[in-house]
């Protein structure tokens, strides 16, 4: 009974962790930090952010013998605040591998080109983040338009109606969704900022590991703002996916029972499907950077006179 609720609790975490140490093993481990101050913020940042979601998970999700403690006032919150949390700690992290900042280069640099926050990465990068908060922006404006107001004027159910009756349930409606969208533009303006900062000084003597180091740095912010958008997306389509299963029936009048649902509720399993894959994307993402922030073992070479 303790596994099956641990699973349902943290699957998507599971999921991502076993993907992201996977993909370590078979490919991750030729892009390591090299050790030093660079990688223990990067281990910092995104432990930090792994270890908080954790724990907000375990004060609202569960049976009250599975849960920590916490006020219910608290935990309350921490329920409507679930689709922002993700992108807090994106924000959070990104802010932490932005340091430390690139000394600048000695006299006799290999390089003094104009750098940009998109001079170390590749396109597809990029690309990929870009198509994340799309889906982020598509979904949101579709959920919000289809919401109404409460009881308390607050944009967060679906009213379905027959004619006959009907019945609401909650979504994820403007209630949600205009916090969340002012913190994806944050996480989007801190993840440029992060990535100028460390563009922006000139290339050092030691051109090729300087390159590449800032490459990795460059990837790592990438993958934890993907990650922290994908956490967020996730919650999105699960949310939706619950407002999808939402049914109930009214009496008509012949005596008769007409079952009504949603207008989208042919889609709940793959809302609930697309919704844990995307997640545990996200943190397999996350599980990848922090990874790389464990140190190569040096090579000792043995140097033989002839």
Known sequence: MSFLLVWFVFRSMILGVLAGAVWWLVQGRTSRLPSGPVASLTAVGV?????????????????????LPRPDELARWL??????L?????????????????????????????????????????IGVIIIIGAVLALTVAAGMASEPDEQGFW?????????GGGSTTIYGWYYSRPALVLVAALAAVTV??????????VGVDEANDVQLRRLRTLNILAVASGALLVHLGGILSSLAGTAFFNGGVRTGNGGWMVFGTPFAA???ALSLAGIAVT???????VGVLLSAIPARRRVRALVRA
Request: glycine share 10%.
């Open 267 to 269: 889609l709940e399993p």
């Open 156 to 164: 967060r159910i679906l009213v379905v109606d027959t004619g006959v």
């Open 79 to 84: 329920v409507d605040a679930r689709f922002v």
């Open 193 to 202: 900022v992060a990535l100028w900062l460390i563009a922006r000084p000139p």
């Open 47 to 67: 432990g930090v952010a792994l270890l908080a979601d954790i724990l907000v998970r375990l004060m609202v999700g569960g049976t009250t013998a599975f849960q």
């Open 280 to 286: 545990a994307l996200g943190y397999a993402l996350w």
């Open 86 to 126: 993700p992108l807090l700690l994106g924000i959070g992290a990104v802010s932490i591998l932005a340091f430390p900042l690139p000394t600048h280069a000695s006299r006799g640099s290999a390089s003094l080109a104009r750098r940009t926050p998109f001079s170390f990465g590749r396109g597809w990068w990029f």
